[in-house]
């Protein structure tokens, strides 16, 4: 297969030398016409003009069926259409004109489908050649001017207008820009991006004009690279012939012993003529390429790109699945997993003052601490004399205080409060930003990776879908990837592996079986090279992981991979089931043919009927599964993203639950039990209404895509297992009306709100990853 190089034209074929393009309608145009214009004049009585009409038909298609041989020959296979050009020339030799124009008819109709159906599959690919831009508007001042798209440099100006397609990856500057995405990722709704927020080139902007700094130049861009990789994808069939010409290899020898055979048993060379006929494999040819190319169609509009048929084919064939932790399993990126305040301290003001020195700050962790407090509706205060120290951290003024976040002194005595904190990031493998005031340590921002929330699904739909094996290879530490390992059920887990460790142990598990490795990291590049088919995850991945894959999920969602598998098991099904069961026809048509039972026109006939039901079939690959993913309403995608965005907002309380019991541990006094008070007025304002909208309005709305009210049940009853311990916390405080717990109260208390905090962490869990992820 030649590749396509953007900006040059596309080299042409050994065939494209021999048959101009466009051949197949015309071809069908002529043999048509002679096979009607045959058929009037035999119904008037000229049986010599019709049967020369038949007979011009049938040399018409003698020479594009020759240059489709040829082609084959060139690239080492005997080529399914040799059946054809035997048939054709047989019919001329013994004078069966009707059945030549025929089976020219066949051929040149079961081409014409091909070439229609590729269309159709590849649309999507093609669209996304179209819809690449070519120029930008650079501002210089206060002008806005259009140049070439390979002028644009990095840190260069740009302005968006309004449906205009961003032209390079680059930062949003001034206002918020809306944008429409779904061209690489599938998805219909918009997206906003804050003020400094990135942008991938190839988005279309769906509201007002905004203004983008560029960060890339064309070639480096997100589009372009996804670009390359369509243009090697979707639309070539050579790959995908392996598969026909595996069945071909015993079809095309058995083919021509029974037509020979025929004719050395009964002396009629119109009997060997019609076996001819009958086995001209156009399932063969045409029903396989059709099905795999339609699944390329498929997972295009996923925002799946794989380079070729050849890829679809061996995905569909996997059976080992190898994945990279971070970036693939994990978010890729740094979350808020925890705030921890120091007494007489809140767990909301340590966030809030953390993340007013933090917000400028380039530092993942700074920006991870800045996002999760705007999330949590927290009002950052100015900071100013901000300086960072690498490997140390911010130090800076906010409110008229001097605070730095960061590493501690070393050498400086820690408080007793601080013990815990080191002993909880070492379990959850979590990395902490202290805040110090004045000098002293008043709190702890607690960061991890999280999971992905679609991670879960992802696997147990890989699981259905045939994978047998899945194992982790990181090259982080053992306790945290075996920690993510046991959540998601995987059958192994290999830590602390370089790039070329992950190498040897892809090697490893492909002498096993069919295998897939997954990453989105430069250092899994050589990996992904290494197994039979490597996935990038394009969207936020390296350019030399994406370079290196055979296909790139352009949306970054996990779940897209399971999208791909099963429609990859499913086009490879269709082209099997349709190629094995064209042939199975063929073959009774030829042992008829071969008794004499069939004359070479009605076998052409006949022939005809088999090639037009393989290739409609073929053409199912083209339809959505809908039981691969529940079907959502627009209205419950939209309760979806809102009570998605109230889990966020909601950590504030969970924090302030675990902060309490931490509390009752620490000094059960009146200042504690202010503490849990505070606590009730949170659960009662903020987390029930929250958890009684999700039971009466989000339960009811999803309970259709999943099957029924039963598919919540579990979750509903975490609902009331919350409520209830809401209401014991609530019961205490009335048993302790002058703000002093009962000793026999006490363990029962710090029980109630240690339990709340877990189950509502598990809850939260389970309903991002079951309800959460199902919206896009």
Same mark, same amino acid.
């Given at each position: 297969?030649?590749?396509?190089?953007?900006?040059?034209?596309?080299? *042409?074929?050994?065939?494209?030398?021999?048959?101009?393009?466009?051949?197949?309608?015309?071809?069908?145009?002529?043999?048509?016409?002679?096979?009607?214009?045959?058929?009037?004049?035999?119904?008037?009585?000229?049986?010599?003009?019709?049967?020369?009409?038949?007979?011009?038909?049938?040399?018409?298609?003698?020479?594009?069926?020759?240059?489709?041989?040829?082609?084959?020959?060139? *690239?080492?296979? %005997?080529?399914?259409?040799?059946?054809?050009?035997?048939?054709?020339?047989?019919?001329?030799?013994?004078?069966?004109?009707?059945?030549?124009?025929?089976?020219?008819?066949?051929?040149?109709?079961?081409?014409?489908?091909?070439?229609? #159906?590729?269309?159709?599959?590849?649309?999507?690919?093609?669209?996304?050649?179209?819809?690449?831009?070519?120029?930008?508007?650079?501002?210089?001042?206060?002008?806005?001017?259009?140049?070439?798209?390979?002028?644009?440099?990095?840190?260069?100006?740009?302005?968006?207008?309004?449906?205009?397609?961003?032209?390079?990856?680059?930062?949003?500057?001034?206002?918020?820009?809306?944008?429409?995405? $779904?061209?690489?990722?599938?998805?219909?709704?918009?997206?906003?991006?804050?003020?400094?927020?990135?942008?991938?080139?190839?988005?279309?902007?769906?509201?007002?004009?905004?203004?983008?700094?560029?960060?890339?130049? /064309?070639?480096?861009?997100?589009?372009?690279?996804?670009?390359?990789?369509? =243009?090697?994808?979707?639309? /070539?069939?050579?790959?995908?012939?392996?598969?026909?010409?595996?069945?071909?290899?015993?079809?095309?020898?058995?083919?021509?012993?029974?037509?020979?055979?025929?004719?050395?048993?009964?002396?009629?060379?119109?009997?060997?003529?019609?076996?001819?006929?009958?086995?001209?494999?156009?399932?063969?040819?045409?029903?396989?390429? &059709?099905?795999?190319?339609?699944?390329? $169609?498929?997972?295009?509009?996923?925002?799946?790109?794989?380079?070729?048929?050849?890829?679809?084919?061996?995905?569909?064939?996997?059976?080992?699945?190898?994945?990279?932790?971070?970036?693939?399993?994990?978010?890729?990126?740094?979350?808020?997993?925890?705030?921890?305040?120091?007494?007489?301290?809140?767990?909301?003001?340590?966030?809030?003052?953390?993340?007013?020195?933090?917000?400028?700050?380039?530092?993942?962790?700074?920006?991870?601490? #800045?996002?999760?407090?705007?999330?949590?509706?927290?009002?950052?205060?100015?900071?100013?004399?901000? $300086?960072?120290?690498?490997?140390?951290?911010?130090?800076?003024?906010?409110?008229?205080?001097?605070?730095?976040?960061?590493?501690?002194?070393?050498?400086?005595?820690?408080?007793?409060?601080?013990?815990? &904190?080191?002993?909880?990031?070492?379990?959850?493998?979590?990395?902490?930003?202290?805040?110090?005031? !004045?000098?002293? %340590?008043?709190?702890?921002?607690?960061?991890?990776?999280?999971?992905?929330?679609?991670?879960?699904?992802?696997?147990?739909?890989?699981?259905?879908?045939?994978?047998?094996?899945?194992?982790?290879?990181?090259?982080?530490?053992?306790?945290?990837?075996?920690?993510?390992? %046991?959540?998601?059920?995987?059958?192994?887990?290999? %830590?602390?592996?370089?790039?070329? !460790?992950?190498?040897?142990?892809?090697?490893?598990?492909?002498?096993?079986?069919?295998?897939?490795?997954?990453?989105?990291?430069?250092?899994?590049?050589?990996?992904?090279?290494?197994?039979?088919?490597?996935?990038?995850?394009?969207?936020?991945?390296?350019?030399?992981?994406?370079?290196?894959?055979?296909?790139?999920?352009?949306? @970054?969602?996990?779940?897209?991979?399971?999208?791909?598998?099963?429609?990859?098991?499913?086009?490879?099904?269709?082209?099997? =089931?349709?190629?094995?069961?064209?042939?199975?026809?063929?073959?009774?048509?030829?042992?008829?043919?071969?008794?004499?039972?069939?004359?070479?026109?009605?076998?052409?006939?006949?022939?005809?009927?088999?090639?037009?039901?393989?290739?409609?079939?073929?053409?199912?690959?083209?339809?959505?599964?809908? #039981?691969?993913?529940?079907?959502?309403?627009?209205?419950?995608?939209?309760?979806?993203?809102?009570?998605?965005?109230?889990?966020?907002?909601?950590?504030?309380?969970?924090?302030?639950?675990?902060?309490?019991?931490?509390?009752?541990?620490? $000094?059960?006094?009146?200042?504690?039990?202010?503490?849990?008070?505070?606590?009730?007025?949170?659960?009662?304002?903020?987390?029930?209404?929250?958890?009684?909208?999700?039971?009466?309005?989000?339960?009811?709305?999803?309970?259709?895509?999943?099957?029924?009210?039963?598919?919540?049940?579990?979750?509903?009853?975490?609902?009331?297992?919350?409520?209830?311990?809401?209401?014991?916390?609530?019961?205490?405080?009335?048993?302790?009306? @002058? !703000?002093?717990?009962?000793? /026999?109260?006490?363990?029962?208390?710090?029980?109630?709100?240690?339990?709340?905090?877990? &189950?509502?962490?598990?809850?939260?869990?389970?309903?991002? /990853?079951?309800?959460?992820?199902?919206?896009?």
């Amino acid at each position: 297969m030649d590749r396509l190089i953007p900006g040059e034209p596309p080299r *042409r074929s050994f065939a494209a030398f021999f048959l101009p393009p466009r051949l197949e309608p015309a071809l069908l145009a002529v043999t048509a016409a002679a096979l009607t214009a045959g058929g009037v004049f035999w119904i008037s009585g000229a049986s010599g003009a019709a049967d020369l009409c038949w007979g011009l038909g049938t040399v018409v298609a003698v020479a594009p069926a020759v240059g489709w041989v040829l082609a084959a020959l060139r *690239r080492g296979h %005997a080529g399914v259409d040799l059946i054809a050009v035997l048939a054709l020339g047989g019919t001329l030799a013994v004078g069966e004109y009707l059945a030549g124009a025929l089976i020219a008819l066949m051929l040149a109709t079961g081409r014409t489908l091909e070439a229609a #159906a590729q269309r159709r599959a590849s649309r999507d690919l093609r669209a996304l050649l179209e819809h690449a831009p070519r120029t930008a508007r650079r501002r210089v001042g206060a002008e806005a001017r259009t140049v070439p798209l390979a002028d644009i440099a990095v840190g260069d100006l740009l302005v968006v207008g309004p449906g205009e397609v961003v032209p390079v990856d680059g930062l949003v500057v001034g206002a918020t820009a809306v944008l429409d995405e $779904s061209v690489l990722t599938g998805e219909s709704l918009t997206v906003e991006h804050a003020p400094g927020q990135s942008v991938r080139s190839g988005v279309v902007n769906a509201g007002a004009a905004f203004e983008l700094t560029a960060t890339a130049t /064309e070639q480096d861009s997100t589009y372009a690279e996804i670009v390359r990789l369509a =243009q090697q994808a979707g639309a /070539e069939a050579a790959p995908v012939v392996r598969l026909a010409d595996r069945y071909a290899a015993w079809f095309l020898p058995l083919s021509l012993a029974v037509s020979g055979a025929a004719w050395l048993v009964s002396g009629d060379a119109v009997r060997a003529v019609a076996v001819l006929v009958v086995a001209t494999p156009c399932p063969l040819l045409l029903a396989a390429p &059709v099905a795999i190319v339609s699944g390329l $169609s498929r997972a295009s509009r996923l925002g799946v790109v794989i380079r070729d048929g050849g890829a679809l084919e061996n995905l569909g064939r996997a059976r080992t699945l190898l994945l990279d932790k971070t970036g693939t399993l994990t978010r890729g990126r740094p979350q808020v997993l925890d705030v921890t305040a120091a007494p007489g301290w809140k767990p909301a003001d340590v966030l809030r003052l953390a993340a007013s020195l933090d917000q400028y700050s380039p530092h993942v962790l700074a920006q991870a601490i #800045a996002t999760a407090a705007r999330e949590r509706g927290l009002r950052l205060a100015v900071s100013t004399e901000v $300086s960072e120290q690498p490997g140390r951290g911010a130090t800076g003024i906010v409110d008229g205080q001097r605070m730095t976040v960061g590493r501690l002194d070393d050498r400086a005595a820690r408080p007793a409060w601080t013990r815990p &904190v080191d002993n909880r990031a070492l379990l959850d493998g979590a990395a902490v930003a202290w805040l110090t005031v !004045g000098g002293r %340590a008043v709190g702890a921002v607690l960061l991890r990776d999280p999971l992905r929330h679609d991670a879960p699904r992802a696997l147990r739909r890989l699981r259905a879908a045939g994978i047998d094996r899945l194992v982790m290879l990181t090259g982080d530490r053992p306790a945290p990837a075996r920690e993510i390992a %046991a959540v998601l059920g995987l059958d192994d887990v290999q %830590a602390g592996l370089t790039p070329a !460790g992950k190498v040897a142990a892809v090697r490893a598990e492909r002498a096993r079986a069919v295998t897939v490795m997954v990453g989105d990291g430069v250092n899994d590049a050589p990996a992904l090279a290494a197994a039979d088919i490597g996935v990038a995850m394009g969207a936020r991945g390296s350019t030399a992981s994406s370079e290196a894959a055979d296909i790139v999920l352009t949306t @970054d969602r996990v779940d897209r991979l399971a999208d791909a598998v099963a429609i990859a098991v499913r086009a490879r099904h269709i082209a099997v =089931q349709s190629a094995l069961g064209g042939m199975l026809m063929s073959l009774a048509a030829m042992a008829a043919a071969a008794f004499g039972l069939l004359p070479p026109a009605v076998g052409a006939l006949l022939q005809e009927g088999i090639d037009a039901a393989v290739i409609l079939n073929a053409l199912r690959a083209l339809r959505v599964e809908q #039981a691969t993913r529940p079907a959502l309403q627009p209205a419950t995608e939209a309760l979806i993203h809102r009570f998605a965005a109230e889990h966020d907002d909601l950590q504030a309380v969970l924090e302030a639950v675990r902060d309490a019991a931490d509390r009752l541990s620490d $000094s059960p006094g009146p200042e504690a039990i202010a503490t849990v008070e505070e606590v009730h007025r949170l659960l009662t304002q903020r987390l029930l209404p929250h958890e009684y909208a999700e039971e009466h309005q989000l339960y009811p709305a999803l309970a259709p895509a999943l099957g029924g009210p039963e598919a919540t049940a579990t979750m509903s009853r975490a609902h009331a297992e919350i409520e209830r311990l809401a209401r014991r916390v609530a019961t205490h405080l009335t048993l302790a009306p @002058d !703000g002093n717990l009962a000793p /026999e109260q006490l363990d029962d208390l710090r029980a109630c709100l240690y339990g709340l905090h877990t &189950v509502l962490r598990l809850h939260f869990t389970q309903e991002e /990853e079951n309800y959460f992820s199902l919206a896009p």
